[in-house]
């Protein structure tokens, strides 16, 4: 299926669940996690997050540019996100354990692993939703 079928179908059927919300931009509503299923269905991107979860894997930091903590959530649904926790701008969460439960809202990039959340932290010029990540009552951002 066309990337632009693709994004139109999730389009319609965001419009169908959230009231036709902007969606997509990095501004506006945040899909939920029945969404981010939707979104890699589709195969849809760039679209703002939130969920939580089960951390079921650590991964090591991602030291390329901007320096990222990586692990992977585990979604009710079953399906799996790599959060790409940006700690150049947003502190590190330390003390996170596989078996942790987390919440997060950032921004969806579909691969065909389950997605990528990414953008959760603030955005230091302001031209982008802020994201977070909750760990143990305490916001990353």
């Known amino acids: 299926m066309q990337p632009l079928i693709r994004l139109l179908l999730l389009l319609l059927l965001l419009c169908s669940v959230s009231s036709c919300s902007t969606l997509g931009s990095g501004r506006g ?4 996690a029945d969404q981010i299923g939707s979104a890699f269905a589709t195969g849809a991107s760039n679209i703002q997050v939130e969920g939580e979860g089960t951390v079921s894997r650590l991964l090591p930091d ?3 540019g901007s320096r990222h903590q990586r692990f992977i959530v585990q979604l009710e649904s079953g399906q799996t996100v790599l959060i790409a ?3 150049d701008i947003a502190p590190r969460i330390n003390g996170l354990e596989v078996s942790d439960r987390v919440s997060f809202n ?8 389950g997605g990528v959340v990414h953008w959760t932290h603030h955005d230091p010029q ?3 939703v802020a994201g977070w990540v909750k760990h143990n009552g305490k916001t990353y951002k």
């Open 62 to 64: 991602d030291l390329d």
């Open 29 to 32: 509503s945040t899909a939920t």
């Open 106 to 113: 950032g921004e969806y990039v579909w691969n065909a692993k």
């Open 85 to 87: 926790h940006n700690i």
């Open 126 to 128: 302001g031209r982008h």
